[in-house]
């Protein structure tokens, strides 16, 4: 039977797409449902701020009159500015094991965006490297942490069939919390704490976020975000609107304990952000918060015993200085302060990121789950 593909033009059509993943994964253990109405909002122009600066088309592959497989092409004009590329990116790819229904799927994705003067092909990215990147290569048998994809071990043969190249890996690495941590805390926190102090005779403070002023707060977080990431792989900078986004999407799961913002003499410099892992929870509720799931998620939110630390960042001008033992610091001692923690992902780390690498080995972090982004020529 032939694949076609047809491009998401209705509602209809949109809602085949947000809810292929359900079928597809229906037996798979590991995988987390996303809220259906965050999915909804995602792929809104209305709520999803990302639509005002990149042209999106979402694909629909029908086999036999089944929905097969989906992909999104996308080109996100901020990033080709910033880093001076023409470059579509691939994301959301989801699909049945059938080497014609992904081909027919990246045929048309490249040729949507070649007809668009783009030169290059990187994926996966949902949407950018500020939101879910890369397909996992390893380690199937585990479920994603919260805002960290997920696929079959099928999808790298899919992929890599069509002519895409490794382009860059993503690092998760894990951190147990158990006797055996706990047997070696004192030298963790004596190295630390060494430093911490240090910077804190220099003039550093840290704070946590105060939630209750998040118009004050957002602005300083985006500065130091745009700044501190700036010269990374992959990196695009946000805008107001995205950032407050996720600012209004974190808001009802982040703990202003772990998410601290160090300054020097006022001045907002650095920041660290570890969420709970809410997938623990989403994992039961298939993708509805109504009617039963809204308590669902609000008993469980008090369960959770993993974190994701997402985000490390810190102004150039102000590193090598202890500001970063200074977030460690804070972030391990309030994380042990709540003792029901028992994991912490660090995720994810670009493959050379060496010094943060080291960071986390130091603390007996163990790289567990490697997420890959590819590219190919148009």
Known sequence: MAVEIYPVRSKRDLKEFIMLPWKLYRDDPFWVPPLISDEKKRFSPEHNPFYKHSDVQLFIARKGGETVGRLTAHIDHNYNEFHDELTGHFGFFESINDGEVSKALFDAASEWLRERGMEGLLGPLSFSTNDVAGLLIDDFKSPPVVMMPYNPPYYIDLIESYGFKKAKDLLAYQIKIDDDFLRDIDRIRSRFLRLSERAKREGFTVRPVNFKKLDEEVPKLLDIYNNAWEKNWGFVPMTDEEFWHLARELKPIALPELTPIVEYKGEPVAFGLVLPDVNQVLKKLN????????????????????????????????????????????????????????????????????????????????????????????
């Open 287 to 378: 993708g509805r918060l109504f009617p039963f799931g809204i308590f669902k998620l609000l008993f469980g939110l008090r369960k959770i015993d993993g974190l994701r630390l997402i985000a490390l960042g810190i102004k150039k001008g102000y590193r090598k200085r202890g500001t970063d033992s200074l977030l460690y610091s804070t972030l391990l001692e309030n994380a042990l302060k709540m003792k029901r923690f028992k994991t912490c992902e660090v995720s994810w780390l670009l493959e050379d990121n060496y010094l943060i690498i080291r960071a986390t080995e130091f603390m007996k972090g163990k790289l567990y789950k490697t997420y890959r982004l590819y590219y190919k020529s148009l």
